[in-house]
């Protein structure tokens, strides 16, 4: 397989980008239809509801109490006209001309020429029967900001990178010193790793193309999972699943084994993944004795999400279509007021959002497997009662060193996570901690400007922005070293610089295993601290070579929403980052970088908009998050409190 075809965390859909939302407060991509809503210049209460369908090209417009619109009568109105420009803004042209299938010519793809292209058809006007269901969708969009933010970690946020800082190209120039004598310590095979990604490989290949029929290469692929966990306590009810799912007869039980059967394998890999982690680092791990989880989930709702992650499988990526994937938004909405089922509601949020993007997909030129294979096997997990809860395990009482802050993030879910040395009061040995706050939030709220949303509900991010320790009283702890946060159990401390941290408290730091569910390679992210490398310049690729390994640099996951960029961390001498593995390799994600700026030592951090920023790009990127929340909430206050 490609690489994109093996990595967990591809990018299958770009962001939305930025835009006003005074004319048009909603327009997505969606059920075959380029839809959304737009605002009536008479009048501020009354919205139109327009879209134009995919191919066809039907048009509809009608206002919210469903009158229709008098501009629509032989062609598209102006309310479809603002429609197609803003979701050209949002989307880009040629996303949208893909969507709707519009024969430009030999024109280049703009809001004017595919107007232009689907006018020149005489498209013909549709019924009005979507109009309730696209404002439907609009009024859901607009809950998004009023559902309420966890500090409980929502570990499958690290399948979506946030949105990435723009690429800037660097020079190439000599490799750095001791690349010739360079070992690859982290490229050295690792026992076992091939084998189990193999058999993997061949149950995503079969899920592919869907199990409701599967032809013989599928079923070997089936047969290929039972195989490899032969040895395990799955192994009977694994080769039991596979042969029913091999005829096409699997049933929901057979479908949660066979996802239990790869997540095996994979927390296999993530295992010997982390020993050779361990052994480059030097660090020490202690084994998590994971508490029971507490009851309470609603039944209904599970059962609900694993009935459409059932329908999946049996379509296959390749059978996609706008109605199995619509299938998910009804489940979806009634979990996310739920805290409790949070972390699989902004899973399935997520990944319903990809599939959605990409139908049908039996048209893709490419497909994400081993990417959606892992959404569909985690989302099937944590249908079952118990499986997402994360209890507290003890609390902590010491002082926090913040080391960096990472950022996750789809369309409508976005979470900060601060990696940071925690120093216990009994004077015990340091410890690796994170701490993470999540919030729902509209497609167009993105980059700079999520820190407006996520930043009220955790003192700890603007520390980590000012270089500020944190002391803290009896704040809980996951048994995996994730503080539940309470601004209540802390308190700002002394300034904490974190490459002092990096140098002094990091390499004796000991770490938590993660707990079974939770050992995937995705989720390898190890903080790390290098200086004194050589840097490999090609283009946006950026290697770090050290003299027992050379290491890639992801400056694919450098996000938008702090002041880091690829081309400082090209120019770094030093550097405090993930270690990560994704598509068969180790790589280095920067969280902060020392850097030489005229002349004089600079330190620059993915996080230092966390807690606020005077910089104008990121100033000017909050005030327009901020202008766009401001226009959603009055429409909000207008539409779902009346």
Known sequence: MSDY????????????????????????????????????????????????AAGTYAYACSTNNNRPCGGARGGFCNHIGALISEAVVQYGAERVARYLRADLGDGEASAQTINAGMSATRPSPADSKAAASVFSRFLRHLTYLELPPTTAPLPEMQWFPATRAQSTEVPPQEAGAGEEECLDTLTEPVDGLTEALTAVDAFDRALTGGLLRPRPAQAEGLIALADAVAASPLAARAAEAAEKAAAGAASEDHFVTLAAARTALLGAAHDALTARADEVTGRAREEATVPPAAGGQAQNLLAAARSWLCDLARTGWQGIDHDVVSGAAQVVSAMLPEPRLRRLAALLDGFAAELAASCPGAALERIPVRRWADLWARGMLLTLPGAAAAPAAYTATGRLLPLGVDVHEHATAVQAQVHAVFEPADGTAARLVRASVSVPKPDTVLGAGVWQLLRP????????????????????????????????????????????????????????????????????????????????????????????????????????????????????????????????????????????????PVAVHAGAWAGGTTDKAGAKAEKAATDAVNVLRERAGRLLRK
């Open 5 to 52: 075809e093996r990595s967990s965390t591809a990018r299958v859909i770009p962001p939305a980008r930025p835009r006003k939302l005074a004319k048009v407060p909603f327009v997505e991509l969606a059920d075959g239809r380029l839809q959304g809503v737009v605002s009536s210049g008479s009048a501020i209460e009354r919205v139109y509801v327009s879209s134009v």
């Open 457 to 600: 509900h955790m003192t700890l991010l603007a520390a980590a922005g000012e270089g500020r320790s944190m002391d803290l009283t009896e704040m809980p702890v996951t048994a995996e070293g994730d503080l539940i946060w309470q601004d209540e159990h802390a308190r700002p401390g002394e300034p904490a610089d974190p490459f002092a941290t990096a140098r002094v408290a990091l390499p004796t730091a000991t770490t938590t295993s993660a707990a079974p569910l939770d050992r995937h390679p995705a989720r390898l992210a190890e903080p790390v601290f290098l200086e004194g490398y050589g840097i490999d310049r090609d283009g946006d690729t950026v290697t770090f070579t050290l003299p027992t390994h050379r290491l890639p640099v992801d400056t694919d996951r450098v996000p938008a929403a702090g002041p880091l960029t690829p081309q400082s961390v090209a120019a770094s001498s030093a550097c405090i980052g993930l270690l990560r593995w994704d598509a068969g390799r180790f790589r280095l994600q920067p969280l902060a970088v020392e850097t030489t700026v005229r002349r004089k």
